[in-house]
């Protein structure tokens, strides 16, 4: 199974600062077709997961523009710029490259 | 407007079956893969199952923790997902949510699984 891992496990950002998110995967996430299949989620307070970022890079229908997506066939960066309040909560990525599906343990964003 | 809602959940003695339902609405559902992803109290995501949709033959795909204990499928016609869990036990208490397509672009609320005696 592909494991993923993230770090760090949490951290705390004052509000208008930026935050990074870091995803490491055991194997290239990178298909042949060029597709890297790297998802990051936002799990927030007593909410379903919502997906944020889709095939690394790409932002979701409706996820502000304060997200981003990058990295490379291994090793990925969920940044978020000038966090807001509404950005609280858990950051998952996962890789849907191939079955059995899995996503990193976690990262909790806590505003200061 | 895209609706997941999933249904079926309670409490279940050890060695219990459950059927979860997931009815959607609002996307063409024939066209999409469907899944279920649990979350234990308190932990990370799951994935558990995965159904494709007619264009792959309604292809089934399971976590390996679980295979053979879980059966996914779908009525089209209903714009439905179903889970059959079978032989529950502690570790399967969870939320269960159903997720639409390979993405996993929308999930449902979810369903409380306590599987308790």
């Known amino acids: 199974d592909i494991v993923m891992t993230q770090a760090p496990l949490s951290v705390s950002v004052t509000p208008g600062e930026s935050a990074s998110i870091s995803c490491r995967s055991s194997?290239?996430?990178?298909?042949?077709?060029?597709?890297?299949?790297v998802y990051w989620y936002l799990q927030k307070p007593g909410k379903s997961p919502q997906l944020l970022i889709y095939?690394?890079?790409n932002l979701a229908s409706g996820v502000p523009d304060r997200f981003s997506g990058s990295g490379s066939e291994t090793d990925f960066t969920l940044k978020i710029s000038r966090v807001e309040a509404e950005d609280v909560g858990i950051y998952y990525c996962?890789?849907?490259?191939?079955?059995?599906?899995?996503f990193g343990a976690g990262t909790k964003l806590e505003l200061k | 407007e895209v609706q997941i809602l999933e249904t079926g959940g309670g409490l279940v003695k050890p060695g219990g079956s459950l059927r979860l339902s997931c009815a959607t609405s609002?996307?063409?559902?024939?066209?999409?893969?469907m899944n279920w992803v649990r979350q234990a109290p308190g932990k990370g995501l799951e994935w558990v199952a995965q159904?494709?949709?007619?264009?792959?033959?309604?292809?089934?795909y399971y976590a390996e923790s679980l295979e053979g204990r879980v059966t996914i499928s779908r009525d089209d016609s209903k714009s439905s997902v179903y889970l059959q869990v079978s032989s529950l036990r502690a570790e399967d208490t969870a939320i269960y949510y159903c997720?639409?397509?390979?993405?996993?672009?929308?999930w449902g609320p979810g369903t409380m699984v306590t599987v308790s005696s």
């Open positions: 997720t639409r397509s390979r993405y996993f672009d929308f």
């Open positions: 609002g996307f063409n559902f024939n066209d999409y893969f």
């Open positions: 159904i494709r949709n007619k264009n792959y033959n309604y292809a089934t």
């Open positions: 194997k290239s996430l990178l298909h042949s077709n060029g597709i890297t299949y």
């Open positions: 095939r690394m890079s």
């Open positions: 996962g890789q849907l490259l191939e079955n059995p599906y899995t």
